[in-house]
């Protein structure tokens, strides 16, 4: 009979004997202690009595308590739960099965497997349920779903600490490496000669915030970065909510082939303009970037799309996000915008640690620098909806044309012919100098580039 019944239930996943391992190398060892500390926690146990030892173990280290056999067991009896565990006579057989103490960390990774596979069933079989009970849509099944599975994913991910000594040692270690390549830029390149060097270029784990007034070139300004991030082999991702694919092809296909958008959009191509647009079409062969038209997604989806493009290209370097205001975290009402855009950015910070990658986060500005007089400069107040998004950032970043005003109430007209400038203010640079420099703008083009060197005037490329 009990044969029949463990073969028509399945049994979750488990391995009893590395659990029984584990708690004999920590009855042994403090080292073994240490180690298995920081990988499992208590309800990683399958048996409920390994679960109740592993508890007080943990428990007596915190206390500083000298943990052995006889400590072991008499804390137990305290908690009432000694004749639960199988008395001394188990801790004792816990010890003598255990030969190999130094392999208490293998035991540990194995044991967390395990605990790892059954919380997975767990939350598949939660998710059967609902979509069984057809009380919820499905996209708030889904969403649920990412979340709890995101969860079970990050309780496996502990930060590991590292010695003081270590984190100096490889310290020196980048300086030396620097001053061996004459301070060659070690970020991501942005391509803008003046901005590379006051920022030393994007590094791994920013959230950089890109600001302007509408039409100032914001997009143009990220997809100039994208484009030749690409092209030095960083693998790039885009997160366009405002416009589709094709419109942002036909700005990248202008912006390198040097065919104005409008003839590209018309289709009014010369020949000449043909044997550019493909060798611009060439120039994308080989590169890793993508680019996402999600008109409607949630930090949590865009974390989940950039973790498989992660895998699928064997890795990740920047994020490009257009724009800010129009994401949403879900759950928040109309009259909670503040919080929401707080909750999004921070999301936002954290998937660029997790992911190890740097973030460029678009942002709107409130009407703030139209309405002031003087040369209209944004300012960090001027950041829209939220507060958190200035303290969030490691970066902020500013672009201001002086074409896009002609008085301080006026817009100016604008020549998309003529050589035009404009201001990129860094106003927050966690790591290092803010400051400003100052590029050309082509409109025809959607291009920013870099004046020449000796340029001082407007216009002077």
């Not at 109740?52 to 009896?77: C, N, P």
């Not at 507060?387 to 896009?404: H, N, T």
């Not at 420099?437 to 082509?442: E, G, N």
Request: hydrophobic share 35%.
């Amino acid at each position: 009979m009990d044969e029949e019944r463990t073969n028509n239930v399945l049994i979750p996943p488990n391995d009893i004997e590395a659990e029984k391992a584990v708690l004999g190398a920590m009855l042994k060892s403090q080292d073994a202690r240490a180690d298995v500390a920081g990988i499992l926690r208590p309800d990683d146990f399958y048996l409920n009595e390994h679960q109740e030892i592993y508890r007080t173990m943990l428990e007596m280290e915190q206390k500083g308590t000298g943990v052995d056999i006889t400590t072991v067991y008499s804390a137990l009896r305290k908690r009432k739960t000694a004749e639960l565990v199988g008395g001394i006579t188990y801790l004792s057989k816990l010890m003598d099965e255990t030969i190999v103490v130094s392999n208490a960390k293998y035991y540990a990774e194995t044991v967390g497997s395990k605990s790892k596979m059954r919380q997975l069933i767990t939350e598949a079989e939660k998710i059967r349920e609902a979509a069984y009970s057809d009380d919820l849509p499905p996209e708030d099944i889904l969403d649920s779903a990412e979340q709890r599975i995101l969860e079970i994913a990050q309780k496996s991910q502990r930060s590991q600490y590292e010695d003081i000594n270590d984190v100096i040692f490889e310290n020196i270690k980048e300086i030396q490496e620097l001053e061996k390549q004459g301070g060659v830029i070690k970020g991501i390149e942005t391509g803008f000669r003046d901005v590379d060097r006051i920022l030393g270029g994007f590094q791994k784990t920013d959230l950089i915030i890109l600001a302007a007034r509408p039409g100032v070139g914001k997009t143009a300004w990220a997809l100039n970065i994208a484009e030749h991030a690409a092209s030095i082999g960083n693998k790039v991702m885009v997160f366009s909510l405002e416009m589709s694919n094709l419109q942002l092809g036909q700005r990248l296909l202008s912006m390198t082939s040097s065919v104005p958008l409008e003839n590209i959009r018309k289709g009014e191509i010369s020949p000449e303009d043909w044997d550019s647009l493909s060798a611009a079409q060439d120039s994308f062969y080989g590169t890793d970037m993508v680019i996402d038209e999600s008109s409607s997604i949630t930090p949590m989806e865009m974390k989940n799309k950039c973790r498989r493009f992660k895998q699928e290209k064997g890795g990740l370097d920047l994020v490009i996000i257009d724009y800010l205001q129009l994401m949403s975290m879900g759950g928040y009402r109309i009259e909670q915008r503040e919080k929401e855009i707080g909750a999004i950015t921070r999301s936002i910070k954290i998937m660029a640690k997790e992911l190890n990658c740097a973030v460029i986060l678009l942002s709107q500005l409130s009407r703030a620098p139209e309405q002031r007089g003087g040369d209209h400069m944004p300012k960090l107040s001027d950041l829209r909806d939220s507060g958190s998004i200035e303290q969030d950032a490691d970066i902020v970043i500013f672009l201001k044309r002086d074409d896009y005003y002609q008085s301080d109430d006026e817009r100016a007209q604008t020549d998309n012919n003529a050589g035009l400038t404009c201001i990129v203010n860094i106003a927050k640079h966690r790591s290092g100098p803010v400051g400003s420099a100052t590029l050309a703008w082509v409109p025809r083009y959607v291009k920013f580039g870099n004046l020449a060197p000796e340029a001082t005037a407007q216009g002077q490329f």
